[in-house]
């Protein structure tokens, strides 16, 4: 079946391709990475790939690392429920996944908040990453209950290689949206701490 989904671009830059083409009529979670990805060089255009990718890996394989632990300890989330908030309230969780090599890849998630809108978590998760500067965090605040599989509510995307430890309130984006930038929801936000 063809259509006009994107492929994650991780696969073919983690390869060492310079191009990888995306369809930017649907913003999806491959635009979202494509744009962590770039923020790292202020999204100028290019990023300059890592010395091991231009000092002949593959002829040798992937350079031998020991896998940084990057923990995140989501607090909370807030999705600001408006006018529906007598009919449906949202039943809120948080998905945590790295994009970028294969070896890198993971996802985990928070549990649920039933019916509020607000979610209070305070638990501490551990991502393994060996390759940061082929990587992008997603923050991914989704619903249980809607009625599809993705049902994401808001996100964002951090360029591994130039995150800053620290406490974030991480104002949200919101998906699918066909716009050269994403659009924020000032109402919508994930406060976490990032620690390598």
């Not at 130039?162 to 924020?184: A, D, I």
């Amino acid at each position: 079946m063809i259509d006009n989904s994107n492929a994650n671009p991780m696969h073919a830059w983690s390869v060492g391709a310079s191009l990888a083409a995306l369809n930017w009529q649907l913003w999806d979670e491959a635009i979202w990475i494509n744009q962590a990805f770039f923020s790292q060089a202020g999204h100028c255009g290019y990023v300059l790939k890592p010395q091991w990718m231009t000092s002949g890996f593959c002829s040798s394989g992937l350079p031998q690392r020991t896998a940084r632990t990057l923990r995140v300890t989501v607090y909370s989330a807030h999705v600001h429920q408006g006018k529906l908030i007598g009919i449906r309230k949202d039943d809120p969780y948080v998905e945590l996944k790295v994009k970028g090599l294969p070896c890198d890849s993971s996802t985990t998630k928070t549990p649920h908040a039933n019916d509020t809108g607000r979610l209070v978590v305070d638990k501490a998760f551990d991502l393994f990453v060996s390759f940061p500067e082929m990587a992008v965090l997603l923050v991914v605040l989704k619903d249980l209950n809607l009625p599809h599989s993705d049902a994401v509510l808001g996100y964002t995307a951090l360029s591994l290689a130039t995150l800053v430890p620290g406490e974030y309130k991480l104002v949200l984006n919101e998906p699918f949206v066909s716009m050269e930038h994403p659009r924020q929801h000032r109402d919508m936000w994930v406060k976490v701490k990032l620690e390598w």
